[in-house]
T-cell receptor, first 115, second 112 residues
Framework: NAGVTQTPKFQVLKTGQSMTLQCAQDMNHNSMYWYRQDPGMGLRLIYY???????DKGEVPNGYNVSRLNKREFSLRLESAAPSQTSVYFC??????????????FGSGTRLTVV | AQSVTQLDSHVSVSEGTPVLLRCNYSSSYSPSLFWYVQHPNKGLQLLLKYTSAATLVKGINGFEAEFKKSETSFHLTKPSAHMSDAAEYFC??????????FGAGTRLAVHP
């Protein structure tokens, strides 16, 4: 099925470990986004990529890095995980451009626990 | 800057009664507004969106929302709640560079 695929779905890390969350979309969307969801705070934007080859910081970028590997893939890396990064992470994509109807598609999320 | 405030963190209704989830927005220009729903341990699903067309927006599953510029509100309603409506609902405004800015969420409980 067409959409946004996130891997892994669940992960437990020890403090200080590193990992990369993967996101891929098969809808030929231009823009991709990484959000984190914490109780009582909604979703907050970590990083986004308006188009292939560009990345920009969002609201809460500290402790994260991203790579827009190609048009399909947008990865999120935690270099040294901290308990404060325990969260559910969502990737999203959007078409953009003149034909845009503001349609965003979200992945199913990655639940990350840092102990 | 754009922002949204969801006025209730929890709403509880009985099955078959109306649902009202309240949202106020702040925007320096004509906003694009959305309501998303998230069922337990699931991803986000778009319920409806307002993009400066009709002020009364109809969405999926019988939900609708009315954009009121004078009140800077975009409340979500449904005439009759169903058990399957129990979920968390997010009011969202589109910000600069087409980023989505989320409210804190309202958890809707539906009782038999």
């Amino acid at each position: 099925n067409a959409g946004v695929t996130q891997t892994p779905k669940f992960q437990v890390l020890k403090t200080g470990q590193s990992m990369t969350l993967q996101c891929a979309q098969d809808m030929n969307h231009n823009s991709m986004y990484w959000y984190r969801q914490d109780p009582g705070m909604g979703l907050r934007l970590i990083y986004y990529s308006a188009s292939e080859g560009t990345t920009d910081k969002g609201e809460v970028p500290n402790g994260y890095n991203v790579s827009r590997l190609n048009k399909r893939e947008f990865s999120l890396r935690l270099e040294s995980a901290a308990p404060s990064q325990t969260s559910v992470y969502f990737c999203a994509s959007r078409q953009g451009g003149g034909q845009d109807n503001y349609g965003y598609t979200f992945g199913s999320g990655t639940r990350l626990t840092v102990v | 800057a754009q922002s949204v405030t969801q006025l209730d963190s929890h709403v509880s209704v009985s099955e078959g009664t109306p649902v009202l989830l309240r949202c106020n927005y702040s925007s320096s220009y004509s906003p694009s507004l959305f309501w998303y729903v998230q069922h337990p341990n699931k991803g986000l699903q778009l319920l409806l969106k307002y993009t400066s067309a009709a002020t009364l927006v109809k969405g999926i599953n019988g939900f609708e929302a009315e954009f009121k510029k004078s009140e800077t509100s975009f409340h979500l309603t449904k005439p009759s709640a169903h058990m399957s409506d129990a979920a968390e609902y997010f009011c969202v405004v589109r910000g600069g560079y087409n980023k989505l800015i989320f409210g804190a969420g309202t958890r809707l409980a539906v009782h038999p």
